[in-house]
């Protein structure tokens, strides 16, 4: 596999660093190198974030920032208002968002022609099995459907393990993480 | 073991590997994370560590050049204002010859108040007789953490390795650790040529010493300066005969027959490497050094590897605020100052504050370097690239 960057979007709170975070330490699970940072500033509650991931087969040598992303995925859709988050998409980018509104209704706010565009419903996922709107863990779903970057069951696996590591005493929490990432998964759409 | 560690994760592993005798640290603003994640190693029981958590950086190198003295296998972690801190304590540390680890995360210092990466932290204690590692990534910060403990031993000389703030420290990447078992075999004991509680053999550290014996203290200790690179080469070649990953004291990439070179260190070191690729592909004979060992100065490797390109741009994350350009610069120009083979040398201080430096600017670097070999002429020897106004 080729170089491959991806972009998150969020809001100080949303865990758009720790996707980026589970996904590479699934990818290196799964013997990929990768690099996974988040972009550093005078972080607060619901300002926007971003995070990076790059994944390839061969060892990443580069440590510049992340322009031209083939993926962007967004974790909270009043963003689109606000920041350009198709900045440096190429023509056939792949752009993931958290709504409620169809890929076509996305597509369009964009104002995106060639790029492929996938929704999923993360927050009310989220909501209906943790009761809680943190639409992180099930967009990882949504992202390894769009994207086929890993393999599902390996990437399931390996956000188990570090949940389980982060939440020793709450395996409630482990396992509607991970039940939100399998609906996702099924409920994401073009 | 393959894992995905950032910097701060990957020298904490170390140093919960090494598992030294002493470690005492305080978490100045801005703090490295690798403190937290050790003393947690600490809680855990993971470690035998005695973790001293004092009031200041001051108090903390103090205390890791007590316990050095006392004959203990020490290591600390600081950044930024926090290593400016222990400045007094540095010289002292060198002075007494006594071999404490830092592991380091490189940021600015204030003021303007920044947290993210430069090097002018460990630039403005290049002075205080430490050896200074600057790694690239996170394996090599994990492996030079390692080797530290053992050249700054056999040299008794007190060692920084640092990593490039969030770029390295917070960014996660694959890191092969070494088998836990593993490390304290190749570190072995600490040897002790005399100790503060051998009492049986009492001796004097850090007493007055005027005008009659100073000068031949300090003399001693440039003279292991001047003898350690021999030594960190045989660590480093120890560690690759053992565990695979083989460093050089100067790394030079695509150099044999690069027409213009960069100089750089750290992790834009990495970034320089895919800009070479890029540009060995369109037929541009371009090269790369990087220095890793910065302290001592790497003359000899350094003064071999700047001599065959016919023009160098230094590239440097700091500056001397003497109107002379940037510490690594100054070092390369002087050390060229006899040479035959002089190249053509330019000076681009970047990326202050975290700056990012892509691979299109330092392309655009390499192409100002050929226009330097294409006129024979640097226009001007020092510039600030990628600020506003210039």
């Known amino acids: ?190 | 073991m393959i894992v995905a560690r950032t910097g701060n994760e990957a020298m904490a592993e170390a140093m919960r590997q090494i598992n030294p005798d002493v470690v005492a640290a305080y978490p100045i603003t801005p703090a490295t994370e690798i403190v937290q994640l050790f003393s947690k190693f600490v809680n855990d029981g993971l470690v035998d560590t005695e973790f001293v958590p004092v009031e200041s950086e001051h108090s903390a190198c103090s205390a890791c050049v007590g316990a050095s003295a006392s004959g203990a296998r020490v290591m600390t972690s600081t950044s930024s204002q926090g290593l400016a801190l222990m400045h007094e304590i540095l010289f002292i540390a060198a002075g007494l010859r006594l071999p404490i680890t830092i592991c380091l995360v490189n940021r600015s210092l204030s003021s303007p108040i920044n947290i993210h990466c430069d090097h002018s932290d460990t630039m403005a204690s290049r002075d205080a007789g430490w050896l200074q590692i600057y790694t690239e990534n996170a394996q090599e910060a994990y492996d030079t953490t390692i080797q530290l403990v053992k050249i700054a031993e056999q040299a008794l000389l007190p060692g920084i390795a640092s990593t490039d703030a969030f770029i390295i420290s917070h960014g996660m990447e694959r890191v092969e650790l070494i088998d836990d078992k593993e490390v304290p075999k190749f570190l072995g004991e600490r040897k002790l040529n005399y100790s503060l509680l051998d009492v049986d053999n009492p001796i004097t550290l850090g007493p007055l010493d005027l005008q009659d014996y100073f000068f031949e203290h300090k003399r001693s200790e440039i003279d292991a300066m001047d003898n350690v690179l021999p030594i960190i080469e045989k660590v480093q070649k120890e560690f690759g005969d053992k565990f695979g990953r083989y460093y050089p004291i100067v790394d030079e990439y695509k150099m044999d027959d690069a027409e213009v070179a960069i100089l750089v260190m750290g992790s834009t070191g990495g970034t320089a490497k895919v800009t070479v690729e890029r540009m060995r592909e369109k037929g541009k004979k371009v090269g790369l050094v990087r220095a890793r060992v910065y302290r001592p100065f790497p003359k000899d490797a350094m003064t071999k590897a700047l001599s065959k390109p016919k023009v160098v741009g230094v590239m440097d994350r700091s500056d001397t605020m003497s109107t002379l350009g940037g510490h690594l610069y100054n070092d390369a120009r002087s050390i060229l100052y006899k040479s035959d083979k002089q190249p053509l040398m330019k000076n681009y201080i970047y990326g202050l504050g975290g700056r990012d430096i892509s691979i299109e600017e330092i392309e655009a670097i390499y192409g100002q370097l050929f226009d330097i070999q294409k006129s024979g002429e640097v226009d001007k020897d020092v510039v600030y690239f990628g600020v506003r106004g210039e």
């Not at chain 1, 709107?133 to 967009?139: A, Q, Y």
Request: hydrophobic content about 40%; charged content about 25%.
């Open chain 1, 1 to 190: 596999m080729a170089l491959l960057e991806i972009r998150w979007h969020g809001r100080g709170g949303q865990g758009a660093k720790t996707a980026a975070l589970l996904i590479g330490d699934a990818a290196v699970e799964t013997g990929k190198y990768i690099q996974a940072f988040p972009e550093y500033g005078p972080e607060r509650m619901g300002a926007p974030v971003f995070a990076f991931n790059r994944i390839a087969d061969e060892p990443i040598l580069q440590h510049c920032g992340i322009k031209t992303p083939q993926i962007v995925v967004v974790l909270d859709p009043t963003l689109m208002e606000t920041v350009d988050v198709t900045e440096g998409l190429p023509e056939d980018g792949v752009v993931l968002v958290n709504s409620q509104k169809s890929a076509e209704e996305i597509k369009k706010q964009l104002g995106l022609t060639s790029q492929k565009v996938y929704v999923v419903d993360a927050s009310k996922i989220s909501k209906e099995i943790l009761d809680r709107d943190l639409p992180n863990t099930p967009m990882l779903g949504a992202l390894i459907k769009a994207s086929r970057l890993l393999e599902f069951e390996p990437m399931l696996a390996s956000v188990q393990n570090r949940l389980k590591k982060k939440f020793p005493n709450r395996p409630e929490v482990v396992q509607g993480n991970i039940k939100a990432i399998k609906r996702a998964y099924e409920e994401v759409g073009v």
